[in-house]
């Protein structure tokens, strides 16, 4: 949505305030984006049984939640709690292979 359009603010606090707002949600958009895709390649891998490129796909799925919780765009309880679903996950699928 335009923040021009339907702008029902009237101050120009308010206004800015609005334009704040969607540049701060543009940005979180692409995080969580290239969040939530790393983790479903990880469990795509995790489905296929592929051992080597599922570990180092849970690495960067790490990383990616560890920069979106450092950044504030989740909350760091919420970044772990997905990281141990995802080691849950990947150490189910692959404990009596390695």
Same mark, same amino acid.
């Given at each position: 949505?335009?923040?021009?359009?339907?702008?029902?603010?009237?101050?120009?606090?308010?206004?800015?305030? %609005?334009r704040i %707002?969607?540049?701060?949600r543009r940005?979180?958009?692409? %995080?969580?984006?290239?969040?939530?895709?790393?983790?479903?390649?990880?469990?795509?891998?995790?489905?296929?049984?592929?051992?080597?490129?599922?570990?180092?796909?849970?690495?960067?799925?790490?990383?990616?939640l560890d920069?979106?919780?450092?950044?504030?765009?989740?909350?760091?309880?919420?970044?772990?709690?997905?990281?141990?679903?995802?080691?849950?996950?990947?150490?189910?699928?692959?404990?009596?292979?390695?």
């Amino acid at each position: 949505m335009q923040a021009g359009r339907w702008n029902l603010a009237h101050t120009k606090s308010a206004k800015k305030s %609005i334009r704040i %707002i969607g540049e701060r949600r543009r940005r979180n958009r692409s %995080i969580n984006s290239a969040v939530k895709t790393s983790i479903i390649k990880v469990e795509e891998l995790i489905l296929d049984k592929e051992l080597e490129p599922a570990r180092e796909a849970v690495k960067q799925a790490t990383i990616a939640l560890d920069r979106a919780a450092q950044k504030g765009i989740i909350h760091s309880n919420n970044a772990a709690r997905r990281k141990s679903r995802l080691m849950k996950k990947f150490n189910a699928a692959f404990s009596s292979e390695s």
